[in-house]
């Protein structure tokens, strides 16, 4: 995307349990794997997972870059998906993801606790819809906004215990409006972000 002001769809793709997994992993595989300078399948099987979002949303949204253990990406109006075609994304993202893991746990040896816990690894995206500019910082496209703020800050959230399960999609009110969301019957939640303002969303357990 070039530089400027832009309207469109904002997607943090997020990783859960991911920082205690991979340090759990580092933990059990300190005298063997990593005293010998290895890298245990585990991380590689990390690195499969992110790709495979990338993959996935990648089009019809831009991902800017990799946050730890969450994409980032926008798409401005006239490509971010509307309709069913926004929660198909979501969907085959998430059944990219699942697959992934499973076959990645099938491949290695290791059954030490730390790896075994791979199956709890589990995905979930927040989209939000608003305002951000694109700009080239340090000879990288970057997304700034107060709208970009507010994607990240939903990471943080109730949805999980509002859905049931870790695997969800939250989409902001601004999201459903935009997009023309079909999720009338879905699950409500509101969340205060940080200055303050009340976000209302709609809540979809995955797979959806």
């Given at each position: 995307?070039?530089?400027?002001r832009?309207?469109?769809?904002i997607?943090?793709?997020d990783i859960?349990?991911?920082?205690s997994?991979?340090?759990?992993?580092?933990?059990a595989?300190?005298?063997?794997?990593?005293a010998d300078g290895?890298v245990?399948?585990?991380?590689?099987m990390?690195?499969?997972?992110?790709?495979g979002?990338a993959?996935k949303?990648?089009?019809?949204f831009?991902?800017?870059?990799?946050?730890?253990d969450?994409a980032?990406?926008?798409?401005?109006?006239g490509?971010?998906?509307?309709g069913q075609?926004?929660l198909?994304c979501?969907?085959?993202?998430?059944?990219?993801?699942?697959?992934?893991?499973a076959?990645a746990?099938?491949l290695?040896t290791?059954?030490?606790?730390?790896?075994?816990?791979?199956?709890?690894l589990?995905l979930k995206?927040?989209v939000?819809y608003?305002?951000?500019f694109?700009?080239?910082?340090g000879?990288?496209?970057?997304?700034v906004?107060?709208?970009i703020?507010?994607?990240h800050?939903l990471?943080?959230?109730n949805?999980a215990?509002v859905?049931g399960?870790?695997?969800?999609?939250?989409f902001?009110?601004?999201?459903?409006?935009a997009l023309?969301?079909?999720?009338?019957?879905?699950?409500r939640?509101?969340?205060i972000?940080d200055d303050?303002r009340?976000?209302g969303?709609?809540?979809?357990?995955?797979p959806?």
């Open positions: 995307m070039q530089p400027g832009y309207s469109g769809g997607l943090l793709a859960s349990g991911y920082s997994f991979l340090i759990d992993v580092q933990t595989h300190s005298s063997d794997a990593f290895q245990p399948a585990a991380y590689a990390m690195a499969g997972l992110l790709e979002i993959t949303v990648d089009p019809p831009t991902v800017l870059k990799f946050e730890g969450a980032f990406a926008i798409a401005s109006d490509s971010v998906p509307t075609r926004m198909d979501v969907d085959a993202c998430y059944a990219d993801f699942t697959e992934r893991r076959a746990s099938e290695w290791c059954t030490c606790d730390a790896c075994s816990r791979s199956e709890t589990d995206f927040i939000h608003g305002e951000f694109v700009a080239q910082v000879g990288r496209v970057e997304a906004g107060p709208e703020n507010v994607a800050r990471l943080k959230n949805a215990a859905v399960t870790t695997g969800y999609a939250l902001t009110d601004e999201t459903v409006a023309e969301l079909p999720l009338a019957t879905a699950a939640l509101t969340e972000v303050g009340d976000i969303a709609r809540v979809v357990p995955l959806g």
